[in-house]
Every structure is written in C-alpha cells, then in structure tokens.
C-alpha cells in the first residue's frame, strides 16, 4: 500500500477538509506522512479565493508534478475551473472538488491498480456534506483545534467567489459539533476555534432561525473545555442575543472577528454588503462586552473607489482603533460580480492605500499593547522557540493570525495548559512576559 502526504493550502476551513480525506484515508489503513519528499502520491488541495492564493497552490502542483509525484489535486482550483486545470496541468492524475472529498479513498484506490485512469469528479453544484462518522486525522497537534459548524454562503459580496465554490449555506446539527468538541477536549484540546465562511448564520438552514447562541451555551458545558473562540462573524447578524450570550458564558473568549470590508456606504452597497452605522455596532459591542477584542479586515482598491472614500475608511479605522485589523488589496476573480465594473483601480494606487492604512493600524497595535504591561493575563501555551522561550497565547489572540506571546520562564509547562502571564514588554503585534511561580 502506498504512503500518501497531503499539502494544504488556503483558509482553516480548508485544513478541516484536509484532515477529514486523511481520516477517511487512515479508516482504509493508508500510510500518511505531511512530508512530500516520503511519498509518491501527494494530495494537494487548494485555494482559489484570491489570486495570490491561487498563484501558491498552482506552483506547489507544479513543483510536485516536475518531481514525479503522482498529484491529486482537490478543493477550490478543480471547482473553478474544472477541466481547464486538467488542459493546463495535463499530469495531474486526480481532480476532486470542494464538496467531493469524501470520495478520496476511491480515487487513492482507483490510483494504485496498474491500469489508473484519470479521475475527475467536480460537483456542478457544490453541496457540503460533513462526512460526521469520520476521526479526522489533526494536523496541527497542541493546544487548539479548529471545528467547522458550517460551510457554503448564502451571501453574493460582489468580490467573493465562494458561493460558486462551497455551494449554499450548510449548517451541521448542534449534537454532532458538542460530540467533536467533547471527543476532541478529551484528548488534550483546551480551546476550539468555530470556523464557517459565516458562523453567526450558523443554525439558519436547519433550524429556521441562527442558534450560534444555543451551539455556544451546550459547548460551554464542556467541563474539559477551557476557551471557545468564534470567527468570521457577519455584521449584520451580531444581534444583542449573541452579543449577550459572548459576554455572559464564561469559556467563551471575548473576541470577536468581524470583518466589515469597507466604512462607507457606496463603496459597501457597491460590494453588496450591509450598510448600516458599523460605528454604533463596535461601540456596543465594547459597551456589552467588557475588555472585548475586536479583529476586522478591510478591502481597499474595490472598483469606484475613490480617494474620498479611502479617507473616510481612514478616518473610520482611526477613529475606532480596532485590536486587531487586516487588509486585502481588492482581487480581480472571474465569476464575481465586481469582475465586470467599471473603474477599476490601478494597482499602484491599491498598494498605497493598503501600505497606509496598514502603517496606521501598526501604530495602533503599537498603543494597544503597551497598555497590557504591568497586566496579567492568562495565555494558553502553543510551543517553544529555539533559544528557550516559551511561545503562547493570550484570549486576545486568535492562532495563526494574531500576536503571540514570549515568556521567559524556568517553569515546566506544556502546550495546552493556561498560565497567568505578567506582561513586561510588547512591539506591535506581539507582548513579552514572565510566569512567576
């Protein structure tokens, strides 16, 4: 039997898919390894939402294919382009796509007679199935793991593909998500991160209404459980019950990842967008929600933008001073509705709105964390550095996009388990700390 490795690419969503094809392959008793060099059939599955993401998973075919890997290619590049991917990378020798996964141990199989013949199966309309009897096969180990509660969107933003590629919106049943994060608490797990490509619309397409607050008052009861982390929420469904239910269950950390996209309103109605006072949803959100952090992303260079629309979202991040903020230069995609409009903006101007706001944002970060020194706050160990630090997080931040935090300490600990952390320094996006013990 063949040794298989897998190399993701793209958003955490994708990576649970990822780890469901590896439990449905550990199910059949497959060998896998997350090192290529050590297999001759490699899986890759991709991402499409931006260029540049696309850009990536392409030339990681592509290097894997001049190797001589045998190259199963799935997710988000099959779904878009479907026979076109073939023409263009004719060695490919599987296609699957974003909701066809499950089907992985057919192709894997199909791959190791003699005789294979290429294999595409891309759904023409994509409908997400989580497949609930699966273990998935974690790749990343420690103290967090991420749980998909939904997939596919109901919205149209006008620069977004994803409905094209997730299909409509897919909620799982509450029981089965409270299952995984006991099963996964049992194991080591002190926090869980709840992904979807909306997770505030969590509920709706099963239940007749968004239940985000029910899922969060049964995983709360977790015992094992120490944080639950919520992310991609959509501004016009952050209702005062989720608001409430954030600041009253005590494992669910006070963070809250928003993002808003743009401040003003022709350029929110132009991306089809809720446009409404985002000022007055972050004030009461801080109001109701006492030491609360708030991440956001914005898109700058979105067609009509103009430079009276750039400095009023300027003014709006300055005024605001978010935690946490990222920005994206608008992206060409085809199949989107922004592809088609008229004044487009130059590529020069787009990377000196994004190197502005950024640079603003900078100085922000810079504020905010040198207000935690002389604060203790309690951080989840990840993992250690080189030199002998210990690297964590603090309820502030979410894995893998956020901050972390460098401990300097002769104290035994392990990923995993939650120390109260004396702040001592801090830079822009990261603090440094002791545990005194």
């Not at 005024?319 to 409009?341: A, P």
């Amino acid at each position: 039997m063949r040794k298989l490795a897998l190399v993701n690419h793209g958003c955490a969503k994708n990576l649970v898919d990822s780890e469901l094809m590896l439990g449905l392959l550990a199910e059949k008793g497959y060998e896998i390894t997350l090192d290529e060099n050590e297999a001759n059939v490699v899986i890759v599955n991709t991402c499409s939402f931006i260029h540049d993401a696309e850009k990536e998973s392409v030339q990681s075919i592509l290097k894997l294919v001049n190797e001589g890997k045998k190259v199963i290619v799935t997710g988000c590049l099959p779904q878009k382009y479907k026979g076109e991917l073939k023409d263009a990378i004719p060695e490919v020798v599987a296609m699957l796509g974003t909701t066809d996964f499950s089907k992985i141990v057919e192709v894997v199989e199909n791959i190791d007679k003699d005789n294979f013949e290429f294999v595409s199966d891309v759904s023409v309309k994509p409908k997400y199935v989580y497949p609930e009897n699966v273990e998935r096969q974690q790749i990343t180990v420690g103290a967090s793991s991420y749980i998909k509660i939904a997939d596919g969107c109901n919205y149209h933003c006008g620069y977004c593909i994803i409905p094209n590629l997730r299909g409509a919106y897919q909620s799982r049943p509450i029981e089965n998500i409270v299952e995984e994060a006991r099963e996964i608490a049992k194991k080591g797990c002190t926090e869980i991160v709840l992904i979807a490509q909306d997770t505030t619309s969590y509920g709706i397409d099963l239940y007749g209404k968004p239940e985000l607050v029910k899922l969060l008052e049964e995983l709360n009861k977790i015992e094992e459980l120490s944080w639950i982390r919520i992310m991609y929420a959509y501004p016009s469904q952050m209702s005062d019950e989720l608001i409430d239910a954030i600041a009253r269950l005590d494992k669910v950390v006070k963070y809250i990842d928003l993002p808003l996209q743009h401040s003003h309103k022709d350029i929110l109605e132009a991306m089809r967008r809720p446009a409404f006072d985002y000022e007055e949803l972050i004030n009461k959100i801080r109001a109701r929600i006492p030491n609360v952090t708030i991440r956001t992303a914005f898109i700058v260079g979105y067609p009509t933008e103009t430079e009276e629309h750039f400095e009023h979202l300027y003014n709006f991040v300055k005024k605001m001073k978010f935690d946490k903020m990222g920005v994206f230069k608008y992206s060409k995609e085809k199949n989107t509705i922004s592809y088609s409009m008229k004044n487009h903006v130059p590529a020069k101007i787009k990377k000196q709105r994004h190197d502005k706001l950024m640079k603003l944002q900078q100085k922000i970060s810079t504020e905010i964390n040198k207000s935690f020194i002389g604060q203790t706050l309690p951080c989840i160990i990840e993992s250690f550095t080189d030199d002998g630090l210990v690297v964590a997080r603090s309820q502030h931040d979410a894995p893998e996009i956020d901050g972390v935090v460098y401990i300097d300490t002769k104290k035994q600990v392990v990923p995993g388990d939650i120390e109260d952390v004396l702040i001592t320094n801090s830079d822009a996006y990261d603090l440094y700390g002791t545990i005194e013990y």
